[in-house]
């Protein structure tokens, strides 16, 4: 202790009264409290009489000065092991991170021991080993560094400042590019987990984030390996027919067992002859046995017609039985019956190989339920960031596929706990803990103004960004495919319902007629 109390600080290098120890100790000598155990290697340390018996175990060729006796109350037989591990338990509570070179320094003893002792401690759930990259291993009690954390995250948290709702919807437009189109990727990346209807992502949520969308390169990403898609559970009572309106989610491959659940899928095997035609059958009997399969090759193997094919796959796609390795299929399946009489360029040909979509695994043996539940949930929240940039309860109202919000809460604090989101108030005027992406945060500072030119964009009422009604002040559109939805500056100026031009108070005044006219153009 000699260098702690002539420097004045601890052995953290926290600053404390270290200068006034020596007199400390030498009024608890006096009364035979407190003694200088001096190891073999010459090695001083203060100790107290209730740790006499510990130190003598861990340290028996020891001398003490003054020589005392152990503590009334405190004896017992100790191991050398046991009382090294109780020592080291007790300096871990008073202090924060410190490395095990600092923990073998202050109690004399070798690193192998304190090494042992230290995962001994952390097979009880008492200390937790703090690894990182480019930094000496440190170990803390659990409950201290919980505590660190929370302290942490709350200082981080206050220095928050909230921007109002309108800037946080002029974020969002520049978010998703409608200001300035980005690349498919991009766009791909913000819609992770989202449901449209089919026609929808071709002729309206793509288009309004990429400059030239494309039918072949949209293909290319799902025939690459990067992308699938799937149809979403049904809503109860919904109609069992399969329409160009139905909704499906595009997502990586990657990520396709997180964003389904085991109970959504149907066991094609257990359906009742009731539910299924003997087509429904053919085809799923080939699927299992030959795997991912094209559809014309599905006409010769069963025997039957193409529009009996495809009526089969239609069922198969109501139920989420099934998936393409592409789009077009799908497009192509579900395109309206107006459509299907005429020729079809060489260029428009569908690609791209049905199969049927397996249930994914529960968890994995390796890991258990519970990491893959916590796998689960941080792919959903990050993938819900890296949408809205910043994720509170309100702005995930029209979100279809989510688990409960306190799951998603306990996975979003897990982020910002390993640095990958922020938390704290970002948005004002709503309730309950907000979380955003780092890159994020500093786009939305640069939100608060309105723009001197601001921009227009078009959306569906599909699109994630309709947010009238929920975010502002101003009537909810209906999410449907036909309804459009001007935004100026983020903000919504004025909406199109069937045929009936509504202008809305949250976006700038305006000329209708101008308003009207961009409505009705065609997105495509």
């Known amino acids: ?30 009364e035979h409290r407190a003694a200088c155990l001096v190891t073999a290697d010459d090695h001083r340390i203060w100790i107290a009489a209730e740790r006499l018996l ?49 923990l073998a320094r202050a109690l004399a003893v070798d690193k192998e021991r304190i090494d ?28 201290l560094l919980a505590r660190i954390h929370r302290y942490s995250r709350e200082r981080r948290r206050q220095a928050v400042k909230p921007v109002p709702p309108e800037a946080y919807l002029r974020f969002l437009a520049r978010w998703h590019a409608l200001d300035e189109p980005a690349s498919l990727e991009r766009a ?52 069992r027919r399969v329409v160009p309106g139905s909704p499906v989610a595009l997502v990586p491959r990657g990520h396709l067992d997180d964003w389904l659940r085991a109970e959504s899928l149907p066991e094609v095997s257990e359906a009742s ?8 059958e053919r085809v799923v009997a080939l699927l299992r046995a030959g795997g991912a399969t094209f559809q014309d090759d599905l006409v010769r193997a069963t025997g039957m017609s193409e529009p009996e094919v495809q009526e089969a796959l239609r069922s198969l796609v109501y139920d989420g039985a099934v998936t393409a390795d592409a789009f077009s299929p799908l497009l192509a399946l579900l395109r309206p019956k107006s459509g299907k009489g005429r020729r079809r360029r060489r260029g428009s040909l569908p690609v791209g190989r049905w199969s049927l979509l ?42 279809p596929l989510l688990p409960p919000w306190r799951d998603l809460l306990h996975a979003l604090r897990r982020l910002e706990d390993r640095g990958e989101a922020l938390g704290g108030r970002f948005v004002d005027g709503f309730s309950g803990e907000q979380f955003a992406l780092p890159e994020a945060a500093s786009l939305l500072r640069q939100c608060q103004r309105p723009a001197d030119n601001p921009s227009t964009a078009v959306i569906s009422g599909v699109d994630p960004l309709n947010l009238g009604g929920i975010l502002v002040p101003g009537p909810k559109t209906p999410a449907l495919a036909a309804h459009r939805i001007l935004l100026e500056d983020g903000l919504p100026r004025a909406r199109l319902i069937g045929d009936a031009l ?8 305006g000329s209708a007629g101008l308003a009207e006219e961009l409505l009705r153009r065609p997105l495509r």
């Not at 002792?117 to 990259?133: K, T, W």
């Not at 509504?502 to 005044?509: F, K, R």
Request: charge should be negative.
């Open 1 to 30: 202790a000699p260098a702690e109390y002539s420097t004045g600080n601890s052995l953290t290098g926290a600053p404390g009264d270290a200068t006034r120890w020596p007199a400390w100790f030498a009024a608890l000598t006096e």
């Open 54 to 102: 510990e130190w003598r175990s861990v340290h028996p060729d020891a001398r003490l000065y003054p020589a005392i006796d152990a503590a009334p109350g405190t004896a017992r037989d100790w191991d050398a092991d046991d009382a090294l591990a109780a020592l080291l338990r007790d300096r871990l509570a008073g202090l924060g991170p410190v490395s095990r070179e600092q």
């Open 116 to 143: 042992t002792a230290l995962l001994r401690l952390q097979g009880q759930g008492y200390a937790v080993r703090m690894e990182q990259e480019g930094v000496a291993e440190l170990w803390c009690e659990r409950r």
């Open 188 to 239: 791909l990346e913000r819609l992770e987990g989202w449901a449209a209807p089919v026609h929808c992502w071709v002729h309206s949520l793509l288009p309004a984030r990429v400059a030239a969308p494309d039918s072949v390169a949209l293909d290319l990403q799902f025939l690459s390996g990067r992308l699938n898609w799937f149809r979403p559970p049904l809503a109860r009572g919904e109609a």
């Open 273 to 280: 002859d009731e539910e299924r035609s003997d087509a429904v």
């Open 358 to 399: 397996e249930a994914p695994a529960e968890y994995d043996e390796c890991a258990g339920p519970q990491a893959r539940r916590s796998e689960r949930l941080a792919t959903i929240s990050l993938a819900l960031l890296k949408r809205y940039g910043v994720v509170f309860r309100a702005v995930l109202q029209r979100e």
């Open 502 to 509: 509504d202008l809305l108070p949250a976006g700038h005044s």
